[in-house]
């Protein structure tokens, strides 16, 4: 996305640097007794040196891993466990994107180990009978915790599959009784300056102005498929995947996906989402996976797979409408013309 910063964003995602790629990098020039800031960017198709070590578990910089992730108690959804294959869990904690800890794929990780998720209040209210406020505990415990392997497709145009947990956004909703002015569910992420230097700083943060925001129309947040997420692959959430608690909505862009959750409000108009303020034309509040509708900068007919392996190792694979999940929503949108509702 980077859109404020306009030459690394001229770059295709292909040629963006990845998490793995770069933590391998680290590790090897620490071996060779290099600082970082004596290596330029190296684009992928430069770095066949560095390719030798990325699938090597060993090579990667581990050591600043400390936040500790719990085992959790969960059922399965026998529907949602059909998806193959997973992406490793590794990729998807080391690559990812949470613009409070700064813009780069690997920032995440490297500056989200000490993040506070204890304790944590997610506030629901607005057009709701029972508003409420729910602490970390209430979290892990109120709701009975499914799996589910769902497909994540970032609009950058690169993809995972993820065994998420957590349980759907409707079991909250029906538990504060939704009021029937409500038209959309507005999501906001934590606002700590001290926690998350992206939000302290402009330039570390994407020029975003925090905190960030999103907001779906109520149908979809009720849609049997939106998921609050509180873990991944057995355990609780890690800082850069958004513990504690985050927003999943499968067949829409990542973006949609908003981060380590504090309120969540009803409304009756329709509320601004954070990339839609920043780039109105780029993106826009729907953000259904479309492989019709591109990105006014790049194709979104097809996309990069995640899986084992070189991240670069490029296996592309068309994008699928709806990310797939067209049985399950596009009645939704049957009076939308998707191209303007971007
Ligand atoms: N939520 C917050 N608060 N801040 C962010 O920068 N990035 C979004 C989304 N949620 C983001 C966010 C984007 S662009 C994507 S693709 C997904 O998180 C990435 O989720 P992942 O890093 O867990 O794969």
């Not at 963006?16 to 684009?43: C, M, N, Q, V, W």
Request: charged content about 25%; hydrophobic content about 35%; proline content about 5%.
């Amino acid at each position: 996305m980077l859109i404020k910063k306009t030459k690394k964003s001229q770059l295709k995602e292909s040629q963006l640097t990845s998490e793995t790629h770069y933590l391998d990098r680290r590790s090897l020039l620490k071996k060779l007794g290099l600082g970082l800031a004596s290596l330029p960017f190296i684009p992928s198709a430069q770095a066949g040196l560095f390719d030798l070590f990325s699938n090597d578990p060993s090579a990667a910089d581990n050591s600043g891993l400390i936040f500790q992730r719990e085992k959790l108690t969960y059922s399965s959804h026998p529907r949602y466990q059909l998806l193959k294959p997973l992406t490793p869990e590794k990729k998807i904690l080391q690559y990812n994107n949470f613009y409070e800890f700064g813009t780069g794929k690997a920032d995440p990780f490297e500056y989200g180990q000490q993040f506070k998720v204890k304790p944590w209040s997610l506030t629901i209210d607005g057009l709701v009978d029972k508003p409420i406020t729910l602490n970390y505990e209430d979290l892990l415990k109120r709701f009975d915790i499914e799996e589910r392997f769902y497909r994540m497709r970032c609009v950058e145009g690169w993809s995972m599959n993820i065994p998420w947990l957590g349980f759907t956004l409707a079991t909250l909703l029906k538990s504060v009784s939704v009021q029937s002015g409500a038209k959309y569910v507005h999501f906001e992420t934590l606002h700590d300056e001290q926690q998350m230097r992206g939000q302290a700083s402009r330039r570390i943060g994407g020029s975003i102005d925090y905190p960030y925001v999103e907001a779906l129309r109520l149908d979809e947040a009720m849609n049997p498929l939106t998921l609050l997420s509180v873990g991944l692959y057995g355990k609780t959430l890690a800082p850069q995947n958004g513990a504690p608690i985050r927003l999943v909505v499968p067949w829409k862009y990542g973006f949609k996906g908003i981060k380590s959750i504090v309120r969540i409000t009803l409304t009756d108009k329709q509320p601004l989402n954070t990339w839609k303020k920043i780039a109105h034309s780029e993106y826009g509040f729907y953000a259904n996976v479309n492989p019709n509708v591109d990105h006014p900068r790049w194709s979104q007919a097809s996309e990069r797979f995640i899986g084992e392996g070189n991240v670069f190792a490029q296996t592309r694979k068309d994008t699928l409408m709806f990310n797939g999940y067209g049985d399950e929503v596009a009645h939704l949108y049957k009076n939308l013309d998707l191209t303007r509702n971007y």
